[in-house]
C-alpha cells in the first residue's frame, strides 16, 4: 500500500509541475499577445523576450517559434524570421503561415522566387487564405508579371480583400 501511495504522490507531483509549465508559458504568451495590435507588435524586442521565456518552458510550440518569427519580421530582421518560421514549419510542416511570413520574409530580401514556392505552398494547405493571393500577386507585380500578378490580387478580391486590387488598378497595373 505504501508504495502505491508513494506512486500515486509522485506521479500527481510530476502533473502539478508540468501544469505550472504550461501555466507560465501560458502567461508568457500572454504578456506577448497584449503586444499585437492586430498587425504587428508594438514592442517587438519586448516580444520576442516574452516568446523566449515561453520557448523555455515550451520548446516544441511550432505557433511560438512562428509569433517570434513575426516579431523578427517587425524589427525589419528577415534573416531572423525565416530560421524562426523554418523552426516552425519543422515542427508543424502544414502549419500554413509559418510559410506564408517566411514567403513575406524572402520577399523583403528580394529573393522572390523563394517567396513564391513559399506562397504556393501557403495555397496547397490552405487554398482559402486570402491574404496569401495579395502577397504572392505582389511579388509577380514586383517581377513585372502582370498576367499572374493580377490574377492573384483579383482572387484575393473574390475572396474578400480588394485592397492591392485597387491599388494596383490605379497604377494601371491590372484592369
Same mark, same amino acid.
Not at 98 to 108: D, E, M
Not at 148 to 151: K, L, S, V, Y
Given at each position: 500500500m505504501r508504495k502505491l501511495t508513494a506512486f500515486i504522490f509522485i506521479v500527481a507531483i510530476l502533473i502539478c509541475a508540468c501544469s505550472d509549465r504550461n501555466q507560465s508559458a501560458a502567461q508568457w504568451l500572454k504578456k506577448e499577445q497584449a503586444l499585437w495590435d492586430g498587425q504587428k507588435y508594438t514592442d517587438p524586442q519586448k516580444a520576442i523576450e516574452y516568446l523566449d521565456k515561453a520557448l523555455k518552458i515550451q520548446s516544441d510550440n511550432y505557433e511560438i517559434y512562428n509569433k517570434k518569427g513575426t516579431a523578427y519580421y517587425n524589427l525589419g530582421q528577415y534573416q531572423k524570421t525565416i530560421e524562426m518560421t523554418s523552426e516552425s514549419i519543422r515542427l508543424k510542416p502544414n502549419y500554413f503561415l509559418?510559410?506564408?511570413? *517566411? %514567403?513575406?520574409?524572402?520577399?523583403?530580401m528580394s529573393q522572390f522566387q523563394k517567396?513564391?514556392?513559399n506562397y504556393d505552398q501557403v495555397i496547397r494547405l490552405k487554398p482559402d487564405f486570402v491574404e496569401v493571393y495579395n502577397n504572392r500577386g505582389t511579388v509577380y507585380l514586383l517581377q513585372g508579371d502582370r498576367e *499572374? %500578378?493580377?490574377?492573384d490580387v483579383k482572387k484575393a478580391c473574390e475572396l474578400g480583400n480588394c485592397r492591392v486590387a485597387e491599388e494596383a488598378k490605379s497604377k494601371g497595373l491590372c484592369p
Open positions: 509559418a510559410y506564408n511570413n *517566411r %514567403g513575406n520574409a524572402h520577399a523583403h517567396a513564391v514556392e *499572374r %500578378g493580377c490574377r
